[in-house]
Every structure is written in structure tokens, then in C-alpha cells.
């Protein structure tokens, strides 16, 4: 407990199913939580979370990671609320659709926004804060998907694996000024415990040829080489978050966290 004691996160991407039990784990640790969304209807999802530790913990902003000022924005008002930012975790996604001949501009340029240059526009933010205070910590979620095949739709594979090396070329550029900046990579997950909502703007996936299903790496490969643990849950996607928001993680930069079951040694 206490590990992010008096720490200021700010989550991008803030009402997704997995940033929803990363608030649960920082308020744990006693971290105080501004999330931002492109909509209201992304933060029901922690009004529980929301009344039980009240506004001194929890804020919520609504704004688009794909527009910078409202992300500059986003960031100021983290610190009028709080008074700083240590921690800025960049949850936001898009998938797209699947396959290359099928697949629509709109779509493609979506997915490059929310994955790629909203990672931008959020670092550029909170830059002039980390800056100033010599410090902070930058977490990008990244895919499996951006490792390799996993029949995931070509925008989003393409697009994380930008994601992975934006992350790594932000870990050099930011060293000297004590940031540190990471790309979190998980493999498949359990979301079950939320409902499903759809990503805006997105369109339906068709499946893909040979009955290969988006998700898997291949044809009959598991999503783990654990026994008994096919999935990882959404709490220990959490508290890997938790490690690489704290000081512990210190001497952590650049390096992508891959936290998928042992998958990657099989890919």
C-alpha cells in the first residue's frame, strides 16, 4: 500500500475497461487520478470509485487525446486540481478494421490519431510540468499486436507497433530531463467483467480468411504458455501499472514491458 502515495496520474483513455481497474489499484496505493475521455459516458463505468474516494482523489476531464489543445487542456486541469502530474498513462485505442483491401481511410487515419499521435499531443502537454519538476513517468499501452502477427486489423498492428517505437525514441529524448517513458505491451486479456463499448467511429471487423481469428497469433496457438492461465487479468495489467507509475520503476525506461503469457518467445 502506498506506493503512489501523494503521486498525480493522469489516465488518457481514462474510461476504458482496463484504465477503470488501474484507478481501483491507484487509489489503492494512494495515488490521486484525473481520467479523461472523449465522452461522459466512459466514466460510469467508475462511479462507484468516484463517489467512494471523492474529488480530492478522483477528477474526471472530458476531452479527445486526437486534438492537442484538449489534452493542453486536460493537463492544466490536473494541475489546478492537484497541484502537479507525475504520471500520465496513455490508454487510449482504435482498432479499424481488418483486412488491407477492405480497409477505409477514415478508418486508417482513426487509428493512427488514437494511437499515434494522440501519444503526441499528451506528451507535448505535460512536458512544460515534468520538465519543470525534473521528473515524471510516461506509459504508453501499447499491443502484443505491435510485436507481431496476431491477426489483429493491419491500422491497429501497424499503428502500435509506431506506438512501441515513439515510446522508445521519447525514452532518449526525455532521459536528460528525468522522465521516464515506457511501452507497456500486454497480450490477450480478460474484459469480462465489463461490458463492451464501442470504440467511436469504428466499424464492424470481418473475420478473416482460413477461419484465422483476430487475436490469435496463429492457427491453434494459445494465448498463454501459462497453465491454467490463459489470460491475463485486468488486475495484474493493473499493478504492473502500478510498479511502472512508482518510484520503483526508476531505472525502467525505453525498455518494453511485455506482460503476454510468454507468448513472445514463441511469436
Not at 491507484?26 to 495515488?31: K, P, Q, S, W
Not at 495484474?236 to 506482460?259: C, K, P
Amino acid at each position: 500500500m502506498n506506493r503512489l502515495k501523494d503521486k498525480v496520474a493522469v489516465f488518457v483513455g481514462g474510461g476504458s475497461a482496463v484504465a477503470s481497474v488501474c484507478l481501483r489499484a491507484y487509489m489503492e496505493e494512494g495515488a490521486k487520478v484525473l481520467q479523461v475521455d472523449v465522452s461522459e459516458k466512459y466514466f460510469e463505468r467508475t462511479q462507484k470509485e468516484r463517489e467512494y474516494y471523492g474529488p480530492d482523489r478522483i477528477q474526471t476531464f472530458v476531452g479527445a487525446c486526437t486534438k492537442y489543445e484538449d489534452m493542453e487542456k486536460a493537463m492544466a486541469f490536473a494541475v489546478e486540481k492537484f497541484g502537479k502530474i507525475d504520471i500520465v498513462i496513455n490508454i487510449a485505442g482504435f482498432h479499424g478494421q481488418g483486412h488491407t483491401e477492405d480497409i477505409i481511410r477514415s478508418q486508417w487515419d482513426l487509428a493512427v490519431d488514437v494511437n499515434v499521435t494522440a501519444v503526441v499531443n499528451s506528451t507535448r502537454a505535460v512536458l512544460p510540468y515534468m520538465k519543470a519538476q525534473k521528473s515524471g513517468h510516461i506509459i504508453n499501452f501499447a499491443s502484443l499486436g505491435g510485436r507481431g502477427p496476431r491477426g489483429v486489423a493491419v491500422s491497429y498492428a501497424a499503428t502500435k507497433a509506431a506506438n512501441i517505437g515513439l515510446a522508445q525514441s521519447l525514452a532518449v529524448e526525455l532521459a536528460p530531463y528525468g522522465i521516464n517513458f515506457v511501452p507497456y505491451i500486454p497480450g490477450s486479456l480478460d474484459t469480462s467483467e465489463f461490458e463492451r463499448l464501442p470504440e467511436l467511429g469504428s466499424l464492424p471487423r470481418k473475420p478473416l480468411p482460413g477461419g484465422f481469428k483476430f487475436g490469435e497469433a496463429r492457427p491453434g496457438m494459445a494465448p498463454s504458455i501459462i497453465k491454467d492461465h490463459p489470460l491475463a487479468s485486468l488486475y495484474e495489467v493493473a499493478y504492473a501499472l502500478v510498479f511502472l507509475g512508482s518510484d520503483e520503476s526508476n531505472a525502467v525506461t525505453g525498455d518494453g514491458i511485455d506482460v503476454a503469457g510468454g507468448i513472445v518467445m514463441t511469436m
